[in-house]
């Protein structure tokens, strides 16, 4: 009996942490998203680069449900890798940088910065994202490349 008592007050120990603890999401084979965490309704709570950016966002409802299932790290399987540049507007603070948020099958939006160098503009990738699919970003790179290079800038992301 007194193992039986223990068992459930480690259990419900464990379970009242659960939305203390970040987690890792890995979408398909094509990127993983580090440090969610679930807020003590069991909301979903995505990472903020700096404590203040919100470099990835969910677009669907099913995926948000999704992620209130996940109290440890998970993978949603679905990933086609579909890509398209929502929003792509120069930065304020600095010339030759833009602010692109990029939709991935209409599920995530993933903002990445693009600089203008010496030898053309690179892409730098969200810190909370790791990428897998390197054929994918590779996509995403030259997309962006080429809409900086275009000089399409809007003033405002669409609203989503």
């Known amino acids: 009996m007194f193992f039986d008592k223990r068992a459930v007050l480690s259990v419900v120990l464990l379970a009242s942490t ?35 950016y919100a470099n990835v966002r969910v677009l669907d409802k099913n995926t948000f449900e999704f992620l209130q299932t996940c109290a440890a790290s998970c993978k949603q399987q679905e990933a086609a890798g579909q890509t398209e540049v929502i929003s792509f507007r120069a930065a304020k603070t600095r010339p030759d940088m833009w602010i692109a948020d990029v939709a991935v099958d209409n599920r995530w939006s993933l903002t990445f910065l693009v600089f203008k160098n010496k030898s053309g503009f690179s892409v730098v990738t969200p810190s909370d994202i790791t990428v897998r699919d390197r054929m994918w970003l590779s996509h995403v790179e030259q997309l962006l490349q080429a809409r900086a290079k275009q000089g399409v800038v809007e003033e405002q992301p669409h609203a989503m």
Do not use: N, W
């Not at 084979?29 to 003590?40: D, E």
């Open 18 to 52: 659960v939305g203390l603890r970040a987690f890792d999401l890995q979408y398909g084979t094509l990127f993983k998203v580090s440090g969610i965490t679930l807020s003590s309704d069991g909301l979903p709570v995505l990472p903020l680069a700096r404590g203040k």
